[in-house]
């Protein structure tokens, strides 16, 4: 069973608020993504990291912001939030040698008013 | 362009009734997984395929990746409720990193 966890679950917050979404596992894994997903709609990867010290950008724009300064831990940062950022939110984590299998996190279902 | 095609996008059945549902592209896949996703929640994995022509059994539910790795489907016998959520196809991209595209999902609804 996977062990990956989020908190908050659920968001609501005003716009021009500063917010961190927080994800942790307990796996050792060294790979950790970040996916925005609207509802039942396919997953859009904006951020990744190959591990510690490491973040890239993924494929949708986005205007959050990761960082990976322990191997656990892979929190994604809104600046200014903004009601185009609602959406919910979700974390996986790989091994390395795991043959791609990805494990996710619960989500954070985000909303700006 | 979406690289990875699923169909139909929604399907609405009755307990018992048997369905398919397919994940499509262009693209050669060197594996691919399906996930379900239930609502308020991330996707929890079902199954990875990797060998062209691969069929896996999951209890009633088979999984088939085509001869080509370019497709694969879902087939699920005698469906319950507790089947009811979205199902997302993903293949692994042929980068340096384990990046997965996920395909387009099936919302799949089996009533009582």
């Known amino acids: 069973e996977a062990d990956i966890y989020q908190t908050p679950r659920y968001l609501v917050i005003g716009t021009g608020k500063k917010i961190t979404l927080e994800c942790s596992q307990t796996m050792g894994h060294d790979k950790m993504y970040w996916y925005q997903q609207d509802p039942g709609m396919e997953l859009h990867l904006i951020h990744y990291s190959y591990g510690v010290n490491s973040t890239e950008k993924g494929d949708l724009s986005s205007e959050s912001t990761v960082s990976r300064i322990r191997t656990e831990h892979f929190p994604l940062t809104l600046e200014s939030a903004r009601p185009s950022h609602t959406s919910q939110y979700l974390c996986?984590?790989?091994?390395?040698?795991?043959?791609?299998?990805?494990?996710f996190g619960p989500g954070t279902r985000l909303t700006v008013t | 362009t979406q690289l990875l095609e699923q169909s139909p996008q929604f399907l609405s059945i009755q307990e018992g009734e048997n369905l398919t549902v397919y994940c499509n592209s262009s693209s050669v896949f060197s594996s691919l997984q399906w996930y379900r996703q239930e609502p308020g929640e991330g996707p929890v994995l079902l199954v990875t395929?990797?060998?062209?022509?691969e069929v896996k059994k999951l209890k009633r539910l088979t999984f088939q990746f085509g001869d080509a790795r370019k497709d694969s489907s879902l087939h699920i016998t005698a469906a319950q409720p507790g089947d009811t959520g979205l199902y997302l196809c993903?293949?692994?991209?042929?980068?340096?990193?384990?990046?997965?595209?996920f395909g387009t999902g099936t919302r799949l609804l089996v009533s009582p």
């Open positions: 395929v990797v060998t062209g022509g």
């Open positions: 996986a984590s790989s091994a390395i040698d795991s043959g791609y299998e990805q494990y």
């Open positions: 993903a293949a692994k991209m042929n980068t340096g990193f384990q990046k997965l595209v």
